[in-house]
């Protein structure tokens, strides 16, 4: 099984960047395709980014393309989630989840999640 850490959270202004990060304990971190979801208070959880196993291939939600960069170091078993010209629609809690297939984007298809990390975008 693995377990996953969510770091990197913060208060950033308006149009601020942020790097995310998301350890994975796990023997082959390159067994997982993962996604990063966001939870805004009182909204339901939503799809942010996917990747592959070998990072050769991603997804992002229409809302954050070309904004947000999702990657991944199978040696060092951690995947980042880029956020730049942050905004304060960004402020959420993201999660990082992992499942033994190919990336999804839907929550329900991720088995394992990390706790989450803070992002709030200040006005």
């Known amino acids: 099984q693995v ?9 950033v202004q308006a149009g601020g960047s942020l790097r ?11 067994d997982y395709a993962m996604g990063w979801f966001r939870q805004a208070p ?29 990657s991944r170091d199978n040696v060092k078993k951690i995947m980042f989630l880029q956020i730049n010209s942050l905004n304060p629609e960004a402020t959420a809690v993201y999660y990082c989840a992992a499942r033994r297939a190919i990336q999804a984007v839907t929550s329900t298809s991720y088995d394992t999640w990390g706790r989450g990390t803070q992002v709030t975008g200040s006005a």
């Open 3 to 11: 377990q996953l850490v969510e770091s990197g959270g913060g208060l």
């Open 42 to 70: 009182g909204k339901e959880r939503e799809f942010v980014a996917a990747i592959n196993w070998s990072g050769g291939s991603t997804d992002y939600a229409d809302s954050v393309k070309g904004r947000f960069t999702i």
């Open 20 to 30: 995310l990060s998301c350890v994975a304990s796990v023997r082959i971190f390159s």
